[in-house]
């Protein structure tokens, strides 16, 4: 299988730099190279592979060709208005009338800023190793598909590595960044709030009580009425019966259905780290928790809203990538436990891809 030679590639060059000690060049060249041929993989890609290909990669890229402008490029085009996509896409229309450029820059704008979040967050140890490993089983085939939500669950999970910084610029500014590469990853901004008050030291037990009780109980409240709400916004005209129709779907629980796959992952990774709890990593362990039951409730969202689902990505994502290296720190079975998981998601990665072809990716084509 070809995705698995390039992941083992991948991971062999990456393995290869956190054993580089004594000359920094040398390693940075081999962990460019680990992000580079997963990369340029995805750039010489057919276009069929990754079905928003076809939808908006290739058009906007046509339109950015023939545009004189940006503001002529922008005004021509329709239905896309994330302006950091449409920035990126012009800039590589004028550089090259090659898509492949736009496709290498696309992978690269995905890959690295979950490679800055994983070193920032274990340095060149075993961990990084786990991470990198767990965000190509889980994340890069979806990558080739939904391309601008793939970006900015990147940027979302270099923004949520620095979620316990004191100061919170650098998580806005990456969360900005997200934003302007898909607008649902405006839930990174009531994600740093709701943090802060659930877990800031500044504020008394009981009133974080209160707090908690109060997410909670509007979380369930939204999960029973929110179909109800949508329809009395499209009563008084906030919304219109086509965004209606759009967000309401009919959903079947029969079958071993994609959701509920990944909402068994949720909390085997839930109980995976909160098991080898140590009291070290505390706030990592509460955003785990959070993250992992806001995934879960957003998943049920999925039998009555449509993209629920895609909104539980940025809280998944950060949770198994960023969070689930944490087992190499703290168990007591570390070998153990790290291979169990992996096996969990090696089989996750057969039933999505191979079986599934989830997002359109096989069979691999050259272009």
Same mark, same amino acid.
């Given at each position: ?19 580089? &000690? ?16 997963? $990369? ?47 920035v990126v896409t012009f ?22 800023? =979950? ?22 089983? =889980? ?37 900005? *960044?997200? *934003? ?37 109980t509007l979380l369930i ?26 967000? /309401? ?37 509460? /955003? ?14 999925? $039998? ?35 291979? &169990? ?23 691999? =084509?050259?272009?």
């Amino acid at each position: 299988m070809i995705y698995i030679i390039v992941f083992l590639i991948s991971i062999f060059l990456l393995f290869f730099a956190t054993k580089i &000690t004594n000359n920094r060049i040398v390693r940075l060249l081999f962990v460019f190279l680990s992000v580079l041929v997963p $990369c340029f993989f995805a750039a010489i890609r057919d276009l069929n592979i990754g079905t928003d290909v076809r939808v908006y990669v290739e058009p906007l890229f046509t339109v950015s060709l023939i545009s004189n402008s940006f503001f002529t490029f922008f005004n021509s085009i329709y239905g896309i208005n994330d302006l950091g996509y449409i920035v990126v896409t012009f800039l590589c229309g004028k550089m090259s009338n090659n898509i492949l450029y736009l496709l290498l820059t696309n992978q690269f704008l995905i890959m690295i800023p =979950v490679l800055i979040a994983l070193i920032k967050k274990y340095g060149y140890k075993k961990e990084l190793l786990f991470g990198w490993t767990l965000f190509l089983l =889980v994340m890069y085939n979806q990558s080739l598909n939904m391309v601008r939500q793939s970006i900015a669950i990147s940027f979302s999970i270099l923004a949520i590595s620095n979620i316990n910084n004191k100061k919170s610029l650098l998580y806005i500014i990456f969360s900005i *960044i997200a *934003i302007s590469f898909h607008k649902s990853a405006i839930v990174l901004l009531p994600i740093l709030i709701m943090y802060r008050l659930l877990y800031s030291d500044d504020i008394k037990e009981k009133n974080k009580f209160l707090i908690k009780f109060v997410i909670v109980t509007l979380l369930i409240l939204g999960l029973l009425f929110l179909p109800q709400l949508l329809l009395f916004f499209k009563d008084i005209g906030l919304i219109s019966s086509t965004k209606y129709n759009l967000y /309401i779907i009919q959903y079947s629980r029969d079958g071993f259905d994609f959701p509920l796959i990944r909402t068994l992952l949720y909390l085997l990774t839930i109980i995976f780290i909160i098991y080898n709890k140590d009291n070290d990593n505390s706030k990592e362990y509460k /955003i785990i928790l959070l993250f992992g039951v806001i995934s879960i409730i957003l998943l049920e969202y999925c $039998c009555r809203i449509m993209y629920a689902e895609r909104i539980s990505y940025y809280f998944f994502y950060p949770l198994v990538i960023l969070y689930m290296p944490l087992l190499l720190q703290n168990s007591k079975n570390k070998l153990f436990n790290s291979f &169990t998981f992996q096996i969990i998601i090696v089989a996750f990665w057969i039933y999505w891809v191979l079986y599934l072809n989830y997002d359109s990716t096989l069979p691999f =084509v050259v272009r």
